[in-house]
């Protein structure tokens, strides 16, 4: 819990950016649904499959290891997808 807080701390200070999900905002706001006991956002899988691969798979292992995210796995395939545009859906 600790350790969510000093994450928590430190991406606030970041700029937040709307049109176009981050990795950090990503885990800030998932820092903040942990923080106030608010479930993960219906649209999460638009939103990872829109970061690039790299980013997607950090976000996913921050959601598994902090407990939120504790539905299926994602196939390798949606791993590793080139990041989507904003309007794509899977």
């Known amino acids: ?7 928590s701390a430190a991406l606030a200070a970041e ?5 176009m999900p981050s990795r950090d905002g990503l885990i800030r706001d998932a820092t903040d649904r942990l923080l106030n ?8 899988n638009d939103r ?15 959601l598994r290891r902090s407990g939120m995210l504790t ?10 997808a080139p990041a989507a545009t904003q309007g794509a859906q899977e």
């Open 1 to 7: 819990m600790i350790a969510v807080l000093i994450l």
């Open 15 to 19: 700029p937040a950016g709307d049109s």
């Open 37 to 44: 006991g608010e479930p993960l956002p219906p649209d999460l």
């Open 71 to 80: 539905g299926p796995g994602w196939s390798i395939e949606r791993l590793l």
């Open 48 to 62: 990872l499959i829109r970061l690039s691969p790299s980013d997607r798979i950090e976000v996913l292992i921050f």
